[in-house]
């Protein structure tokens, strides 16, 4: 069984930072690759960072590269995504999502690789 929390989304401003949490709270232990999407009104959800079972390989797109951080702590079944020098346009709701396989390869990008996702948190970012 797997259920996917988010936290630690909230109200900043540009410049400063935030931390997500994603926990699952069932019973299964989540070995699988990881993933945060985040999607703004009216946009498509994207792609923001990946991590493999391990935490050995992460990637990013350009857009947070260099900004956003994600790790796990697969002891404490939870994967984190820290947030720097955040922008007006990261503000969207956030979202974690376990894929379906270990590894980060193929289309890890792409939203229909994962098998379950959080409710999401919205973290907004004033100017």
């Known amino acids: 069984q797997v259920q996917l929390v988010e936290s630690g989304g909230g109200m900043v401003q540009a410049g400063t930072s935030l931390k997500l949490s994603c926990t699952n709270s069932?019973?299964?232990?989540?070995?699988?690759?990881m993933g945060w999407f985040r999607q703004a009104p009216g946009k498509e959800r994207v792609f923001v960072a990946g991590?493999?079972?391990?935490?050995?390989?992460?990637d990013y797109p350009d857009s947070v590269k260099g900004r956003f951080a994600i790790s796990r702590d697969n002891a404490k079944n939870t994967v984190y995504l820290q947030m720097n020098s955040l922008k007006p346009e990261d503000t969207a709701v956030y979202y974690c999502?376990?894929?379906?396989?270990?590894?980060?390869?193929?289309?890890?990008?792409?939203?229909?690789?994962?098998?379950?996702w959080g409710q999401g948190t919205q973290v907004t970012v004033s100017s």
């Open positions: 999502a376990a894929r379906r396989t270990p590894h980060l390869y193929g289309k890890y990008n792409y939203t229909e690789e994962y098998a379950y």
């Open positions: 069932g019973r299964t232990f989540i070995t699988t690759a």
């Open positions: 991590i493999n079972w391990n935490g050995g390989t992460t």
